[in-house]
């Protein structure tokens, strides 16, 4: 069988927001992964399907009574290792939880990347990446701590092979140092939180993240970096963040506008019956532009036809929102 070293992570969204999202993530040996994102309750279920055959596989420490939530999982053909990450409510708070599965079948214990007794998260998403100069493999992750105040938090773990060798968690804007603008005070609506995108980028990650009362996004490229010659322990390093203007894009209702970077540019959208987008293109927002959904053509269409547009055109076809 061909062996295929190859990772995707697939939306498929229903066309109304809120509809369950299924998460893919094809290994070698034609091994595909999927676990529902939206899910919360007991038992964290993979689904392995190999050609025809359909096996079931529970993630470690998710069988007692806490609840396990917010699913996301990603395949590493390098270290080839399945890795899953999730939220945990539990006895010990909430918490954010990382599991690796190697391509032999074993497991390595869960690891704790955040925790907090009052915490509350969202949005949570997450890249692997690799140090050029060792064999270390990187995950970052991303998310927000919902509050009085929304707060988007970063996290980077770093493995040898099997073993840890340090996890960190600071907060975006501290990475970027980039001040607020007074002229941050928008109506942004009923949205959770702001939108939020990550992406690999050589051996770290470029980030776009929002903020409360504004559309305008910060982007700031971050680094993973050795601390000290003979030290094993990696910190996260940022680089001279950006804000860009007002996108005046707001989400109509409680879900967040959605996110994503593809070829250099940073895509906002609301993923709802009326499909509303805007392209950062030379550091200035496109107008508000509208797609239609409908029975046969769902917003999980709209998304990965907008994302193959950008990516070849930078921008998407389309009419300007007459809002």
Known sequence: MK????????????????????????????????????????????TLSIDDDVQYVMVPTTSDEAIDA??????????????????????????IR????????????PIVVADGANAKRAGMQFVVTHAKEEPTTLVHVAWWTLGEKPVAEYALAAFNGAELLST?????EDLAA????????????????????????????????????????????????????NARIWRPSGKSGRRTPGAQLVSATSTP??????????????????FRYVILEDARWTPVRMLATDAKVTSDD????????VAEQGAAPSTPDSK
């Open 3 to 46: 062996r295929l070293w190859l990772a995707i992570v697939l939306l498929l969204a229903a066309g109304t927001a809120g509809a369950a999202q299924v998460e893919t993530a094809l290994a070698e040996d034609n091994l595909m992964w999927s676990i529902d994102s939206a899910w919360a309750g007991r038992s964290l279920i993979l």
């Open 70 to 95: 917010q699913p996301r999982i990603a395949w590493d053909a390098t270290s080839r290792t399945l890795f899953v990450l999730w939220r945990r409510e539990g006895a010990n708070g909430d918490e």
């Open 98 to 109: 990382l599991a690796r599965r190697y391509a032999s079948g074993r497991w390595a214990p």
């Open 168 to 172: 960190s968690v600071d907060r975006l």
């Open 178 to 229: 980039v001040l607020a603008s007074a002229a941050d005070d928008e109506d942004t609506g009923k949205a959770a939180h702001p939108p939020l995108a990550m992406v690999r980028s050589g051996e770290g990650v470029d980030v776009a993240f929002g903020a409360p009362r504004t559309t305008a996004i910060t982007r700031v490229q971050v680094d993973p970096r050795k601390i000290g010659p």
């Open 257 to 274: 506008v959605q996110s994503f970077i593809v070829g250099g540019n940073v895509v906002l959208y609301t993923p709802e019956s009326r």
């Open 302 to 309: 709209l998304v990965r036809e907008l994302r193959r547009s």
